[in-house]
């Protein structure tokens, strides 16, 4: 830091005295002073509140959701991998971590943010979650999450319609079962409209391809898996901040 | 609504009959269950078994048909897959081959060179043979590009052409560079994978045979190199096929073989699955685990928790068992695939009715019999189990029309699953439920007698050596601030973490699962492993297999197409005359049959006719996976082998040597060789043994350095004491600390009896009998009531302490907390005054501490020791001295400053002082207002003031002691120990009319305390008498909102109002003596008895709202918030029920002894009482915030009273002491 201010300096300083302008070069230092210092604030504010206990809870629990969502964007992707490859040979791994190696850090992100929200949004909405209230519950939602992606990676459906009729009925139930909250549902629905749009901003920018030839099917069921998904994060960071608030 | 009600009321009766029915025969019943789940089960034992193993169907070769693709027809045994014609027909050529005789002058090398140098003579054989001009290579299975991923394979597989797999591919299939090749071995070798490989190797594939049965080694004892050369066809034309098999037999014609060769074998493989499905697989199954984990461990209160949790998982999963039996028995057969959706139907028939189940019944009273517990149990949750299943059925109902097939047949089974998993909750598990608690009762009669006599005696024990206080305390009134190094000294996240997995073993746990599985792995996909053992024993056992089909093929030669083949070469071939073929084949070498033992025989054997057998089940999907052909879902038809024997004479293989063979030490190269595949096995497993050794030392060290000696021990003590200067709880966590520092309030001499307050003030009383009176925001002594008769030796000790008494030093009111906060010091010891306090007067002088020197006559009898003349005096000198500005004084202290400093000193009372009995107790006490009210073990009840310490008021109209008393407004009720109630009420006659209001404006759901000035002349007259209101004496008496309810040993509650002291209810249900009661403003009326259980009572009706089980002993203490009630018992648990449904939310196990006060501050904060220190909660979550320690020293005192403030502050008792805590972030939050 101090290195790199010194040179910031002289830099500036040697402008300065070309130019013949010293006061803008102090001008200048004493700016880039400023900013450093605010940089070095920052920093350490940032230091010290990685010390302080209610940022560290917050941190873990980010960090165990996040992991939480790298699990499951990989199980997914794979889950959703096996419908279009026949047959499995080693290297699907292989092309799993080259074609699109930021999907599972996005989905981890993604389920940080949403997993901190929700129990954020109760606790500001001054309702807090008190419906099922156990990791026993919280995993059942788990496994039904994934059986809907199993459901729909794995079944053959007649038709789009049906799919995604199926689909949403399926995520409806989940959140009607484990959740029935209201800042639950709004939030799983901004969720998944927000994943969604951004899904088709990636593909129409083509940033980010289906492997599936259809593409409507793809759009039938993305924001029901969005918003199991979005009901399935908030439940376990529900019950994160309770188990860390209790650690 | 009356028909639900009607409904409910009926299905709750069946659930109760039922329940009693269960109870009374558990072991018919459990019996019935079982023989009902077999026969159920019955059905499955004709599915095969589940996994991706192959299925295998045998057909004869003879009369041997593409099957069609149609369905139509009863094709008796044939399986379903067997339709439509197979990926590829299978015909290996076996070539057993061997230099014989074996003499002396051969070279290792030489038992597999040539014997694989003849591959290429057969593959040119093989490649040319024709037959009425077809050809292999227009029959053959043409295959294009191996997988882009398999570069390294292109040299060895062979590309754009027949899928001719043979050890020739190794060199391209050319002589010429098998000749040329200086190291077989090594060209092997080369391409085998290192480490642990489970699937089929290049070698395996290329060879055909298992890589140890190919006599390809420098070692091999049998020197008979053994290889097939595979043929992938993809039509079948039996001539050719015949004649193929008729020219190689001829050219190498196989003496003493007798392989069956009427028999086509075809194989079915089911769904391949690669990690990509078998981890979502795994997660599921995780999942599962974890859901069955969390929902069993919510077992409690039971006997065996491992019992009910082993036989709810046994409900379960014969649950879904019967489901599959029953779906199948009806001819419906899963096509999904099952290991797939186990979890599911796992999860959503779930758990949760037993857990309730089990839940329900343990809460039901104790004392009741164990038939009618299981009965009441079933019947209170009857009507949410039917609701759930009826909402289940409903929701798969919906499933149900979605009309996707795979949906639908998961909803068949999920109905009969659910249905079936009702049937053995019903039958199974509340059986095994009532042979628990009957189990746990005896179990608990043993338990309960010691545990309840031996409670009161506190345990003496090494863990406490000092009874007595220590000899001397740093300060009088000590503010235990935990030293600043010590807040600092937060124990780091590392030792966090190590704890962390010390308290979870997760470590270990980990290790254990990763081994199981990876064992199970290993054991599973292992080639000579289960996998391939449990694929034999289905194709061995199922009647489709090849044992029970001959017969049949040969009595029904529906197809007429393909004979001729048999009747042409298969017939005369394989039983030759047994030539003597030693000598006449194998050129003719002059072979010395018996002489050397080396010499290689050739034998076949029965083993020899399916080979492929004893290849890895992979062995064909992974060939045909190279080309990019799965087989998954399809099968392939297995000709039978053509065997061929070679042999070679000695010379021919010396003839073929490579010049480098002979180069070679043979012995050694033989052995590192040989050795290199067993040695990467050892080094692995040794690795791995180092690895772990190593780390269990690590973990050993890590234990040793990190973990407190005591841990693991259940040394409650222990750990308290330690943590008496170490502000941690058990395992190194701290909460974040605010400046919670109890004020140690001293004066009494012997251990308090009662406390009081009213918000402003605070009265207790010792076992002494000496009252005190207590500012409640400062903490200063402002009143004694000495009680004289036994006060001379006993509270001397006392007066010494504080110099605040109120009426005669005013000042010194305003200035004190000021001192207490900044000088924690006895100000005994602080001789030299800060200029700060200049504005007092120095009273040191005045003290006398030689009590026994003072003459008893100067000590007025009744009004304790009044210094105000002393003082005054002292004040008096003082005033002349220039008054130092001096920071304002609390309003309450001006107010009385001012209504009392401008009176006389004289103190009216001691006229009312005449007849006075010292020898009985305060047994109980209230304060309202500056009245305190006593009453005493003689019956007397009084009424003192607060403020001056003078007695107001006496009456003696009862004898019997007072065991309790509530004061509301301007009535007492006293109960006394005959089990009689008094009401009394209290006159105020003012000569001045002046009604003054004091105490803090602060809460406005408190009526403000009138004041009782002390020129009032008050009166307490007896109003009412309620002579038997209980049999037994009365144990609690609590009054709030206009009324007053009692709690007696004689099992009964009664409320009565407070105006015209009418008994309005009596309420039973308890099985106990009453031992605590809580009513408040918004008359929420819960009271809790002996027996452990918790009543809500609804105060207008006189209803029983709930009836709760939570505690084993007494329950202690009872405090209601809005959401909850929170209960203790003697059994250290606290207990947090919703109020609402009376659910139990959580518990709260306490550390023993010290569950007995609670305390509640504001909706979400508790406190609770300990051994010598306070603990708060968090009401919510339930979760530890922090405690505070009373004491420097941790003595284990257990804090046995709590009282909560307006001011969001807890006074407790604390031995002779009292202790103010506040707690600041409270009353922020409370502002």
């Known amino acids: 830091m101090p290195r790199l201010e010194e040179r910031c300096w002289s830099c500036s300083c040697s402008t300065g005295v070309k130019s013949k302008e010293l006061s803008s070069a ?88 949403v997993g901190l929200l929700y129990p954020c949004l109760d606790s500001h909405l001054g309702e807090p979650h008190k419906f099922k209230r156990e990791w026993a519950s919280v995993m059942r939602c788990i496994a039904v999450f994934v059986g809907i992606n199993h459901a729909s990676a794995k079944l053959d459906f007649a038709n789009n319609m049906q799919l995604s009729l199926t689909l949403a009925a399926l995520s409806l139930g989940l959140w009607w079962t484990f959740d029935r909250s209201r800042s639950g549902f709004g939030l799983g629905l901004t969720t998944a409209l927000l994943a969604t749009l951004i899904m088709q901003l990636l593909v129409y920018n083509d940033i980010y391809q289906y492997t599936s030839p259809e593409f409507r099917y793809i759009r039938s069921w993305l924001p029901c898996i969005f918003f199991s998904g979005g009901v399935t994060v908030g439940n376990i960071g529900r019950q994160l901040a309770m188990q860390f608030h209790r650690v | 609504m009356t028909v639900r009600e009607r409904l409910r009321q009926n299905i709750s009766a069946a659930f109760y009959r039922h329940g009693l029915l269960c109870a009374s025969y558990p072991v018919p019943i459990i019996l019935f269950t079982s023989a009902s789940i077999l026969t159920c089960c019955y059905p499955l034992l004709k599915l095969p078994l589940p996994g991706t193993g192959p299925v295998e169907f045998t057909t004869g070769v003879r009369d041997y048909s593409v099957p069609s693709h149609g369905t139509q027809g009863d094709l008796g045994e044939r399986p379903d897959w067997y339709r439509g014609p197979p990926v590829a027909y299978i015909q290996q050529v076996l070539v057993k081959a061997a230099v014989s005789p074996w003499d002396s002058s051969l070279v290792p090398v030489d038992v597999f060179r040539s014997p694989l140098g003849r591959v290429f003579s057969l593959l040119e054989e093989i490649r040319d043979h024709v037959y009425t001009d077809r050809s292999l290579e227009s029959l053959c299975l043409q295959v294009t590009d191996l997988l882009p991923g398999l570069r390294r394979m292109q040299s060895l597989l062979p590309e754009h052409g027949c899928l001719l797999v043979s050890p020739g591919n190794y060199w391209q299939n050319r002589r010429d560079m098998f000749d040329s090749d200086p190291d077989i071995l090594k060209t092997v070798h080369q391409h085998e994978p290192k480490g642990l490989h489970t699937s089929a190797t290049l070698k395996d594939l290329l060879f055909g045979v298992p890589g140890k049965s190919t006599g390809v080694s420098l070692y091999s004892k049998k020197r008979v190199v053994t290889y097939t050369i595979t043929i992938a066809l993809s039509s079948y034309d039996a001539r050719f096929v015949a004649s193929l098999r008729a020219r190689l037999k001829q050219l190498h014609p196989s003496t003493n073989c007798s392989l069956r060769e009427d028999h086509m074998v075809h194989v079915h493989f089911k769904e391949e699955i690669g990690i990509a499905e078998l981890i979502p697989l795994v997660t599921t199954y995780i999942i599962l685990f974890a859901y069955i984990y969390f929902s069993t461990r919510k077992i409690d209160m039971v006997k065996s928790k491992w019992g009910l949790a082993l036989a709810a998982v046994v409900t379960v999963l014969s649950s879904l068992l019967m489901s599959v039996g029953l779906c199948s028995l009806f001819g419906l057969t899963p096509t999904l695939n099952g290991g797939e959706i186990f979890p599911y139907l796992v999860v959503v028939i779930g758990l949760e009715n037993v857990l309730v189940l089990t839940k329900s019944v343990v809460s039901t009273p104790v004392d009741l019999e164990v038939k009618l517990r299981i009965a009441q149990g079933l019947s209170s949750e009857s009507w949410s189990i039917m609701k759930n299943m009826a909402t289940e059925l409903v929701i798969i109902l919906i499933g149900y029309f979605t009309l996707v097939p795979a949906i639908q047949e998961f909803c068949l089974f999920a109905v009969v699953g659910l249905v079936s998993d009702f049937f053995l909750q019903m039958f199974f598990f509340t059986t095994v439920l009532s042979i628990d608690i009957r189990r746990m009762e005896l179990a608990d009669l043993n338990r309960r007698l010691p545990a309840e006599a031996g409670m009161p005696p506190p345990k003496p024990g090494p863990l406490r050596p000092r009874e007595a206080p220590p000899p001397s305390r740093p300060s009088p009134h000590t503010i235990t601030l935990q030293a600043p190094a010590f807040r600092n000294l937060r124990l780091p996240k590392r030792l966090r973490v190590v704890y962390f997995l010390a308290r979870t073993r997760l470590a270990q746990r980990i290790i254990m699962v990763g081994t199981v599985i990876w064992i199970g792995i290993l054991v599973y996909t292992d080639p000579a492993g289960l996998r391939t053992y449990l694929a034999a024993q289905v194709s061995e056992q199922s009647p489709l297999g090849e044992a029970g089909l001959p017969p049949h093929l040969g009595v029904a030669p529906v197809f007429p197409g393909g004979d001729p083949t048999s009747t042409l070469n298969v017939l005369p071939a394989p039983e030759p005359t047994p030539l003597p073929e030693n000598q006449s084949q194998g050129h003719g070498e002059a072979r010395s049959g018996p002489a050397p033992l080396t010499s290689p025989q050739i034998t076949w054997g029965s083993e020899d006719e399916e080979v492929w057998r004893r290849l890895s089940f992979r062995y064909w999907p992974s060939l045909f996976s190279y080309y990019n052909i799965t087989l998954a879902k399809r099968y392939i038809s297995i000709l039978p082998v053509i065997p061929v024997t070679l042999h070679l004479s000695p010379q021919e293989a010396i003839e073929t040597r490579h010049p480098q063979d002979t180069q070679h030490a043979p012995r050694t190269s033989a052995k590192t060789t040989e050795l290199q595949a067993d040695l990467t096995l050892y080094k692995v497993a040794a690795l791995g043994l180092f690895a772990g050794v190593l780390l269990v030392l690590l973990l050993f060290c890590l234990y040793r350095v990190l973990c407190p000696r005591n841990y693991g021990q259940n040394g409650v003590q222990h750990g308290r004491r330690r943590r008496g200067d170490l502000p941690c709880d058990e395992y190194g966590y701290s909460p974040p600390v605010s400046e919670i520092s109890p004020l140690l309030l001293r004066g009494h001499s012997m251990d308090i009896e009662c406390l009081a307050n009213d918000g402003m003030l605070l009265a207790s009383c010792c076992l002494a009998g000496q009252i005190r009176v207590w500012d409640a925001q400062t903490g200063d002594c402002l009143t004694v009531i000495p009680n004289n008769g036994l006060r001379r030796s006993s509270s001397s000790g006392c007066w010494e302490h504080r110099d605040g008494w109120d009426p005669s030093s005013p000042a010194r009111n305003a200035s004190t907390p000021i001192m207490d906060n900044e000088h924690p010091l006895r100000r005994r010891t602080t001789p030299v005054r800060p200029a700060l306090f200049g504005d007092q007067p120095d009273l040191t002088p005045l003290i006398d501490t030689n009590f026994g020197e003072v003459p008893p006559s100067q000590m007025m009898p009744g009004c304790g020791f009044d210094f105000g003349e002393l003082v005054e005096r002292a004040y008096k000198e003082h005033e002349a001295s220039p008054p130092l500005p001096f920071p304002p004084s609390p309003p309450a202290a001006r107010q009385r ?335």
């Not at chain 2, 009138?1010 to 307490?1020: F, G, K, L, N, R």
């Not at chain 2, 508790?1166 to 306070?1174: E, I, S």
């Open chain 2, 897 to 1231: 400053r001012r209504s009392l400093g401008d009176q006389s000193v004289a103190p009216p009372e001691q006229v009312l002082l005449a007849p006075w009995d010292w020898d009985s107790s305060v047994w109980s006490m209230e304060l309202r207002g500056n009245l305190i009210a006593a009453g005493r073990s003689s019956g007397k009840l009084e009424l003192w003031d607060a403020v001056e310490g003078s007695l107001r008021c006496c009456n003696e109209d009862g004898s019997s002691g007072i065991t309790a008393l509530a004061f509301l407004n301007n009535r007492i009720v006293a109960a006394r120990l005959n089990g009689s109630l008094d009401f009394f009420t209290v006159d105020i006659h003012k000569p001045l009319g002046l009604l003054q209001y004091r105490g803090p404006p602060g809460r406005a759901s408190l009526p403000p305390s009138p004041c009782y000035s002390s020129e009032d002349v008050i009166s307490c007259q007896l109003t009412r008498s309620v002579q038997c209101a209980h049999q037994k004496p009365i144990t609690v008496l609590r009054a709030a909102a206009g009324r007053v309810v009692t709690g007696s040993q004689d099992h009964t509650v009664r409320v009565y109002r407070l105006e015209d002291s009418c008994c309005l209810f009596t309420l039973q249900g308890h099985a106990g003596g009453i031992t605590a009661i809580y009513i408040d403003q918004t008359m929420v009326l819960a009271s809790g008895g002996q027996d452990g259980a918790i009543c809500l009572w609804d105060v207008l009706t006189g209803s029983r709202v709930s009836h709760v089980y939570g505690h084993r002993g007494d329950v202690t203490s009872l405090v209601c918030t809005t959401s909850c009630v929170l209960s203790s018992g003697l059994d250290d648990l606290i207990c947090i029920w919703d109020r609402s449904t009376g659910i139990k939310l959580y518990s709260i196990q306490q550390e023993v002894g010290c569950g007995a006060s609670l305390g509640v501050i504001s909706e979400s904060l508790l406190v609770t009482g300990g051994q010598g220190c306070v603990s708060f909660w968090d009401l919510n979550y339930g979760d530890l915030l922090q405690t505070v320690y009373l004491g420097q020293s941790g003595e284990g005192q257990p804090v046995r009273q709590l009282l909560v403030l307006d001011n969001a502050a807890i006074v407790c008792d604390f031995g002779s002491e009292l202790s103010l805590v506040y707690v600041p972030s409270v009353l922020e939050k409370l502002d």
């Open chain 1, 26 to 113: 102090s001008w200048i230092a004493s700016k880039t002073g400023e900013m450093m210092s605010i940089i070095t604030s920052v920093l350490r504010q940032a230091y010290v509140s990685l010390y302080h206990v209610q940022s560290a809870n917050l941190i873990r629990r980010g960090l165990v959701l996040f992991a939480v969502g790298v699990f499951l964007a990989l199980v997914l992707y794979l889950l959703q991998i096996q419908r279009n490859v026949v047959l499995f040979p080693e290297e699907v791994l292989d092309t799993l971590f080259s074609s699109a190696w930021w999907i599972p850090p996005c989905c981890g992100t993604a389920a940080a943010v």
